[in-house]
């Protein structure tokens, strides 16, 4: 088994990466669990494999799969449409009675992005449990390079096109290794707070450091 593996592999359970998020999924069913079913759920940029690894099988729950294309779906109490997690247009304030999101605001380019999608989580959700890295963990989790966030970008943007590194593939193009690096923004434990002031925030850690927060209002 690699470094890699061992580290940051999802779909190997015995990763640090996937043992972590179970036991964060495990925290999300604490939360939930006296909630009044039937239950509606938004995930932004969920899968539905992702809710069978984590064995999901309660009843009176309905998961909504926001993507920006739509999927086939086999689980019946889910559903996949199209959409933009910074314009959430197709629902009325307030329409899910959860909104869940787990990896997906860093992907969003800007700050100003983030701001929008936060926004929109906290008007179409009653209530919300929303995950990202922490900015300051040392290795940067989607290279799973130590130190990587903080060099300066164009160093960045050479590592990732001439380099493959953790979940990055060596890109084809320099303007395609621009574009893979402006897409990951990852956030501070101050801005979470900026973006979900009524939150509560849970800092996940490992070896004495946050490596994620989770902010949540449930």
């Given amino acids: 088994m690699s470094f890699l593996d061992k580290l940051a592999n ?13 036991k964060r999924f495990l925290f999300f069913l604490s939360l939930i669990k006296d909630l009044p079913r039937p239950l509606s759920i938004l995930d932004i940029g969920g899968t539905e494999e992702f809710w069978k690894a984590m064995q999901f099988q309660e009843e009176g729950i309905h998961i909504t799969l926001l993507n920006l294309t739509e999927v086939a779906i086999s689980n019946p109490d889910m559903q996949s449409v199209a959409g933009d997690a910074t314009n959430l247009h197709l629902f009325a304030d307030q329409s899910f009675d959860l909104v869940f999101s787990n990896s ?27 995950q990202t890295p922490n900015y300051w963990f040392p290795i940067e ?4 390079f130590p130190l990587f966030q903080y060099l300066p970008f164009s160093q960045r943007v050479f590592l990732t096109r001439h380099f493959s590194l953790g979940h990055i593939q060596k890109s084809l193009s320099k303007r395609e290794a621009i574009e893979q690096v402006r897409e990951i923004r990852l956030l501070s434990l101050r801005e979470m707070k900026q973006l ?16 994620s927060f989770i902010a949540y209002k449930v």
Avoid: C
């Fill in 141 to 144: 989790p989607h290279w799973v």
């Fill in 196 to 211: 979900f002031p009524d939150a509560n925030i849970y800092a996940e850690k490992f070896i004495g450091f946050d490596k």
């Fill in 104 to 130: 997906v605001i860093e992907h969003l380019f800007t700050w100003e992005n983030q701001q929008k999608m936060a926004a929109e989580v906290q008007r179409v959700g009653k209530r919300f449990f929303i």
């Fill in 10 to 22: 999802n779909k190997n359970k015995a990763s640090l990466s996937h043992k972590m998020r179970s």
